[in-house]
Each structure stands twice: as structure tokens, then as C-alpha cells.
């Protein structure tokens, strides 16, 4: 059995690429580069679509009224209107807040959730308490837990006065913990 040689169809002169190799080495590099700029672009617009679901609840100071006439010593329950972002959701809810101005000016202002499980209280003027009638805790103007099962002081509330108005910014804390939690 004879062995032929195969016939040797490289150019003179040394090597080269085969011209289909070349061809399709281009269209890769061609395939490549539109994926590097598909990516580039989708990445950013994603990122704008998905984000607001991840993001932590925003929320907005309201105007709850002026500080002048707030009595200092005496709580006071304020009721606004505030709107809170959550994704892409937005909703609007009416609230109310106990608000404490001090003798010096300051103003303490206290979410008007009962820190035991969730009921609302209230100021009793003759008692110079916070009352919940649910399960009888009680509390100072300070927000101290007086009686009852209540586990932690009353939450307060971001506040400041601004041209004589004083601002509020409304948030949800966890019932029934030790400590106060944010929802
Ligand atoms: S919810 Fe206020 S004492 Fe229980």
C-alpha cells in the first residue's frame, strides 16, 4: 500500500490566513462588539425600570401647623394629610400626631400608635397621662411608659420648625419590641 502526499496549497513566500477564517474571525469580532454595546445600553435602563422597587419607602415632611399655637406643656393631636412612596407606588393617608412644645420651644412630636400592639391613645388632660384603652398602658408627657404592658416609651417623630411651622415627617415603628423599630 502506497501513501500518497497531500498536495501543499499554502502561498509562497510563508503563511496566511485562509480567506473563510477570516471572514468569520470578523464576524465574531462584529457579533462581540454589538453585545458590548447591546449590554451597555440595556444595563442603564434596566437599572432605572427595576430600582424604584428596591428602594426603602420615601417619605415627605408635612406641614402640621404653626408652633405659636401650640400650648407649651400640653400635648396636642395634630391631624395631616402625608404621602408616602413605596416603588412605584404612591399613597396619600390621613394622620395624626401628638405634639409637645416645651417650655424653651422645642417641639417633641410622637407617632400616636401604642407601642404595646398598635392601638391609638390619647391625652388625658386631668390625669396628665397618654391613655390606651386597649390594654390600659399609660404614659408621660415625655413619652415614658407610666403602667401596662407597653415595652418601650412612645415612638417619636422626626421634627423641625421652619418659618414658624413645624414640620413633621410620619413614620411606622414595629409594636410589641423593646426597642423601636422602623417598619
Ligand atoms: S395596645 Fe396599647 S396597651 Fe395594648
Redesign the pocket.
Known amino acids: 500500500m502506497s501513501h500518497q502526499e497531500e498536495p501543499d496549497h499554502r502561498p509562497e513566500g510563508g503563511f496566511s490566513t485562509p480567506v473563510g477564517s477570516r471572514r468569520t474571525f470578523f464576524h465574531w469580532v462584529t457579533v462581540a462588539a454589538a453585545a458590548v454595546v447591546g449590554v451597555g445600553l440595556a444595563v442603564p435602563l434596566l437599572g432605572s425600570l427595576i430600582s424604584p422597587a428596591f428602594m426603602r419607602r420615601r417619605r415627605a415632611w408635612v406641614d402640621v401647623g404653626p408652633v405659636d399655637e401650640l400650648p407649651a406643656g400640653r400635648p396636642t393631636q395634630l391631624d395631616h394629610v402625608t404621602t408616602v412612596r413605596d416603588g412605584w407606588q404612591e399613597a396619600t393617608s390621613h394622620k395624626a400626631v401628638w405634639a409637645v412644645k416645651q417650655p424653651q420651644g422645642d417641639v417633641t412630636v410622637f407617632s400616636p400608635i ?1 407601642t ?4 391609638g ?1 390619647r391625652w388625658d388632660d386631668a390625669e396628665k397621662k397618654f391613655l ?1 384603652p ?4 399609660s404614659f408621660d408627657v415625655k413619652g415614658d411608659v407610666l403602667g ?3 415595652p418601650r416609651p412612645l415612638d417619636r417623630l422626626p421634627a423641625k420648625v421652619e418659618g414658624g411651622r413645624l414640620l413633621v415627617m410620619y413614620k411606622d415603628f414595629k ?1 410589641g419590641l423593646r426597642d423601636s423599630v422602623e417598619l
Open positions: 401604642c404595646h400592639l398598635g392601638c391613645y390606651c386597649c390594654h390600659g398602658s401596662g404592658p407597653a409594636s
